[in-house]
């Protein structure tokens, strides 16, 4: 603090004396001073303003007249507040008479003394004391005012650029440097175009015109130096005028700085020209060379900054918008139309302050006018751009009692010029000004719905762009559940309705999930329901909107989903299949739509319960049958290995429609071979069976076809399951009584030849089962010797002369594969199918055929692959029967069969038993035989390697007779033609689409090839 309580202008004076106040030698200091003025604050803050240094032109040429010497005012602003006002004149002699000094007077006024914007005046003109003689005392008189009057010379601000050579644009850049600098850290260094002599002088009449042209807050911080010998950094001061010429260029202590070289080719830096070129300063220059004065408009400025927030006085902008409301309101309403968001923004925001109204009236009216000028330009169809729209919402925050209706109506009438033009961005912005402000919109949102009109013309548009935006059915149901919520017209007006439903469709057939996007949107639709509150309907429901959206879902699956595109896991997702009234439903729904929904209710009540029933697809025509087994034979080897063995039956279930339906129990064994992955899995399979009455007599014990299918697995594949001690005691020992019988002849039919002769022979007593054993290892011994079972060894004694073989001419014998495949044509051009039949001569070569991916070459030589085709087995059972009958039957050389509990002529017992489907099993005697295959037309004959018997028998008889083999394909480059009853396993694949196929067509099954081959069949 200067001082403590006085609120006196305090003086102070510095010089070279003799002694000082605070030295007693000789030297410069303080000679006198007011009491109010604090010790350390004349030496920290005085003090450092006390220096002059002389024009180096003036001291080069020794001149000693004092007066010619610039003098150097200053004025700084502490940090308390207070005013330091200041003089420092050069000095030819101090008292000693023989060396040059200076004097500084300085006046110290306090904060807040009588300040006013006019005060530059006073500083400008006031007097200070030339010398002091400390002789006098050293205390001075504090003041009420500062000494020079109360009248000052008038300025004219044109005569003091024009003598001062000044330019109206460097003067603006003047007056925008010295803005900045009292506001940043930045000094202005100026060195102006007059004699060393001038200088000070001239500071002080470009002074008084910068002032002049300075807002009131400006003037108020503003420090200043009438004269230094060259720039220098102190603190407090801004604007320093300097010696001419002492401005050099590269001088790294002002190259940051403003600078205005004015003496040497007006060289300026560090100004922003287009800074310069704003409204302000175009208007403060023209007015005050014109003449004008600028106070008004300053009063006006300080009114707008009530309430706002602190340091906006300070900022450059505001004065510009400021000079631009000023102005129009002075009547330039031009400024309005170049400018109209700028201004309108400004209004607002000056507006916005807390209590604007009642003190800045003229601005509320102003921008009242505005709005009424915008409301007529769109009633005229003018489209208002986004900055004026969102400047009126702005408005409407300040002041929404008085302004709501207005601004809704100017809103909707914006609107509807900018849907007329099909300007898509006009109306995306005015309705995102809307939405920003939940008032203003609940506003308008009112004002259009309750208009059947306005809904029709603006809002149906807009909730159409809504939706359009919104990325996946999630982000739509919610756009719609808010809008349906939230206004009762909303989700009863039909257009909305229908632009829902449009939507979700849209919506759903870009889901890569159609089921379960559907399941999602059921249950969230069952949410809406649910969270009304008292039990009382939402207004959702009450309109409808909620049943049309699920009805829409459930239509879509119909309509562009597919059975055979969907799994089990996703069919019990399916939502309409819990309707109440489904039976209904599905009746009203059009014949394409109905045949659909038949076939996945069919197929849901398939596999949506542990136990269908096997007849569950009754009711169904042939054709919806077909394609529903189709479908679920894809899965059914999963559901197997899951163990759900009920859901098997309903895919070989066969009903004519009339009476009760049977299974295909030999297909389905045979399917359940090809898909379990081990026999356990049809262990349990034949275990669970025994408990459903699909697979029983009523008398008890299995179907006799599920018995043959059984035996035939037994037989096959199935015989360790009854013969192992583990798997026996495991599965089928447990069984009752019934079931177990049949398991124990089917072990029995299983035995080994010798078990089964011994079981024969144990009936003949204990001493023929010693004879048997006796004679087995007797031959046994003699064939291991080769005494017997050579193929050079004789025939017994009893037999016949041998006749022998016709000699026929040898030709190579080509290897017949084990597996082939053929194709069989459609019956019908128009059937869209491939039909391929492999067959293999052995059960476990077709059992090993699982193909998981096939690949055709077609007639038009590309490659084509499937992953989703139907196996179905068509095996002949004719040719099975005959197999075994060659394989197993016995014939002696005499021609004659050997018959159950025969004996051949070598000694060994020859049995022969039927199973249940009818085949021959057992033993042959030490002879090679001769097998034939029989066909209905071309029959084939193929040669064993062995030796024939004297007597043919007529089988053998009748094929020589035909024709052989070597005939037939005497023609080495003949196409080979291959016997499928040699196959007589057989799997026919089909494949749902048409393929033309030709005799170069090629098969892959998993990597490995077959050829396309002919057959010769009476099939």
Known sequence: MSHSTSHLIQQQMYTRERRGIFRSTEGFDTVANSKGLDASFIKKVLHPLCVYD???????????????????????????????????????ADFTGLRSAFFTHNYVIPAGHGESPSDYKQWLNTSFVDA??????????????????????????????????????????????????????????????????AVASSAKLLLGVLYAALPYTFRNRIGFLTYALEPNSRKGIHLMFVEPFSLRPGDRNVDKDFVFDLSNNSRILNVDAE?????????????????????????????????????????????HELITLYRIEQGERELYNERRVAVLRSLTDYLSSPDALPRKMQLNDLLLSFFDHEFDRVKDGYIPEAGLVSCFKEYYKIHTRTSENRLVEYLIRSLNNAY????????????????????????????????????????????????????????????????????????????????????????????????????????????????????????????GLTERLQEAADRYLLTEVELKEISPDQLVQIPFFTRPDLVQWVGKLPAPLKGQAVRLIAAYDWFSTEDPEPSVLDGLEPGEIEKVQDWAYGWLPQQLAEGHFARLLPAFYRSDGTGEGILDFARLVSSIRKWAKDNDTMYRFIRWSEGQPEFATPRGGFEPAYRRALLLFFQKEGREGLHKKTLWRQYFEPANSVFKNFYLTAKRETDTSLVKTLRRFRKGGIISGIVLIIIAGTLGGLKAAGVIGSGDTPAPAAQKPVQQPVVEPTVPVKEEPTTIVTHIPNTKSTTKMVKLLFAFQTPTEQAAFKPEQLVLVGADQQEHSYENFTLAEQNDKGAIGKAGKAATGSTTPAGESIGSGSTTSDGVSSGKSTDQNGTSTGSTSGGTTT???????????????????????????????????????????????????????????????RLELNDASTVTVDGKEYPLVQVKSAD
């Open 420 to 543: 007329s033009a099909r300007n898509t961005e006009a109306v995306t912005y005015i309705y995102h000004t809307i939405e920003e402000n939940p008032s203003l919109g609940k506003a308008y949102f009112t004002k259009v719905l309750g208009n059947p009109a306005l809904t029709k013309m603006l809002f149906i548009p807009y909730m159409d762009g809504q939706m359009k935006r919104t990325p996946d059915v999630k982000g739509l149901l919610a756009v719609v559940h808010e809008w349906g919520s939230r206004y009762i017209e909303v989700s009863a007006n039909a257009d909305f309705q229908l632009l829902a439903e449009s939507a979700l469709m849209g919506r759903l057939r870009a889901e890569r999930k159609p089921v379960e996007a559907v399941a999602a949107i059921h249950q969230r639709l069952r949410q809406w329901d649910s969270s009304s509150a008292g039990g009382k309907l939402s207004p959702l429901e009450q309109s």
């Open 931 to 993: 097998e034939a295959s029989v066909e209905g037309n071309g029959v084939t004959a193929k040669k064993a390697t062995g030796g024939t018997t004297p007597d043919a028998t007529p089988e053998t008889t009748a094929n020589q007779g035909t024709g052989s083999d070597v005939e037939a394909n005497t023609d080495a480059n003949a196409p080979t033609e291959y016997d499928l009853k040699k196959y007589p396993y057989r799997t026919l694949l089909t494949i749902w689409q």
């Open 275 to 319: 800074q310069v070129k704003q409204p302000y300063f175009d208007w403060i220059v023209r007015t005050l060379l014109g003449g004008g004065s600028p106070d008004d408009f300053f009063k006006f400025a300080e009114q707008m900054f009530t309430g706002m927030d602190a340091g906006r006085d300070l900022t450059l902008s505001s004065y």
């Open 132 to 197: 002091y003689d400390i002789e006098q005392g050293t205390e001075l008189p504090e003041l009420e005012r500062l000494p020079g009057g109360s009248v000052f010379p008038s300025v004219d601000p044109s005569a003091v650029l024009t003598q001062l050579k000044l330019s109206e644009e460097v003067f603006k850049q003047l007056l925008y440097a010295v803005m900045m600098s009292a506001t940043g850290r930045k000094k202005v260094y100026v060195a102006l175009n007059v004699p060393v002599e």
């Open 54 to 92: 002389a024009p180096a032109a003036l001291t080069a040429r020794g001149e000693k007249q004092e007066s010619v010497y610039p003098e150097a005012i200053h004025l700084v602003r502490t940090e308390s507040g207070d005013v330091v006002l200041g003089r420092s004149i050069y000095k030819a």
